[in-house]
């Protein structure tokens, strides 16, 4: 059965097995002898998630991303520089459809537009920004364009002394994508065109300049489309920026930390996430290793820290909310693990369970 959710911001399609029960896909780094994309299943009562399994045997296949309708699942693929395309069956089984390369090395994040045509790439290794369309069938089409960073900032000599496009972020109305660049301390805005599945730089405004040293990671609109928050991995803070819809552009309008006050210890920021209803936001700390919680103000966007949930493991390098937005889900790439939270009324979380041995080290785990 497949039952769609229609968001604010987007459409999210679930491939369902009963009635409380979704699969979830797992994007890894090789540990053992498995190497490749696992399955399992979440049951949204008890909070539980089955024993994975191996759904399609692939080089490190990293971040993941599903097509709108839920048919179609993409993989990115760093030892082999490549972009895979399955279709999803209803149980979750992978059908390899077909592949192509991501033209530059270290492609760390994928996602498609909201018709389901156009997929973006973001090459970290490689600074750089890779397009695709997409066919009727969810098979990758053909490279459509593709754009080199060249700026970097210097602020940090071991991180950014290159360009390291590290996120894509659809707009709301699909007419832009934000571009997040660790290296250049920069979130680029391109202008997409949905018929020709083309990425140009924004004439209006070509990017956003981050605070020297800050190092954007991903970003993630608000469920109203008024603000973009934007997760700096060497900075360990969420910057809060106004969205100007009609003119796509951005402007700064808060900086706040992802850390308790007092933590002395070494930390990377990683994932970012606003709640369904639109009044929390969550971010991952990679050291601290926890779920930071934020409310978010519903009159300027502004955030409050509110909780540090540790994730019981470590290095969460990324995490998830289930489409109903009352279970978040943390994949603990060092610890071989993911971590289940219930979501309060409040946005707090609460640990209910963990799964330990997992083949595999979790990279990005998608409902």
Excluded at 138 to 154: I, K, N, P, V, W
Excluded at 354 to 367: E, G, N, S, Y
């Amino acid at each position: 059965m497949r039952l769609i959710l229609h968001l604010c911001l987007l459409v999210i399609t679930i491939t369902t097995i009963s009635a409380r029960e979704l699969v979830v896909h797992i994007g890894s780094y090789k540990a053992g002898s498995i190497d490749g994309i696992l399955t399992a299943k979440f049951d949204t009562e008890t909070g539980m998630l089955s024993h994975s399994e191996l759904a399609s045997s692939v080089g490190n296949p990293s971040f993941l991303a599903r097509s709108p309708d839920g048919r179609t699942l993409y993989a990115v693929s760093d030892p082999t520089r490549s972009v895979h395309a399955y279709a999803v069956a209803a149980n979750g089984n992978l059908t390899k459809l077909n592949d192509l390369p991501c033209v530059g090395a270290g492609p760390c994040d994928v996602a498609t537009d909201a018709t389901g045509r156009t997929l973006v790439i973001a090459n970290y290794n490689g600074g750089s920004v890779t397009v695709y369309s997409l066919g009727m069938d969810g098979r990758l089409d053909a490279q459509t364009s593709f754009h080199q960073h060249t700026h970097f900032s210097g602020a940090n000599p071991k991180r950014q002394d290159k360009p390291h496009a590290h996120g894509v972020t659809f707009s709301p109305d699909n007419r832009f994508v934000l571009v997040p660049d660790l290296g250049g301390d920069r979130v680029y805005i391109y202008a997409h065109n949905p018929a020709t599945h083309v990425l140009t730089p924004h004439a209006a405004q070509p990017w956003l300049e981050s605070a020297p040293g800050s190092g954007p990671r991903h970003a993630a609109f608000s469920t109203d489309g008024r603000q973009l928050y934007i997760i700096n991995e060497l900075a360990n803070t969420v910057d809060v920026s106004s969205w100007d819809a009609a003119a796509g552009t951005l402007a700064h309008v808060q900086t706040i930390s992802t850390l308790p006050a007092g933590f002395k210890g070494t930390n990377t920021t990683a994932e970012i996430a606003v709640s369904r209803d639109g009044r929390f936001v969550y971010g991952s700390n990679r050291g601290h290793d926890s779920i930071a919680v934020f409310s978010r103000s519903a009159a300027d966007g502004q955030l409050a820290l509110l909780q540090n949930e540790s994730t019981r493991g470590k290095n969460p390098r990324h995490f998830t909310l289930s489409p109903d937005g009352c279970w978040l889900l943390a994949a603990n790439q060092d610890t071989l693990s993911i971590t289940v939270f219930r979501v309060g009324e409040d946005g707090r979380l609460t640990f209910t369970s963990q799964i330990h041995d997992l083949p595999v080290k979790p990279v990005c785990v998608r409902f």
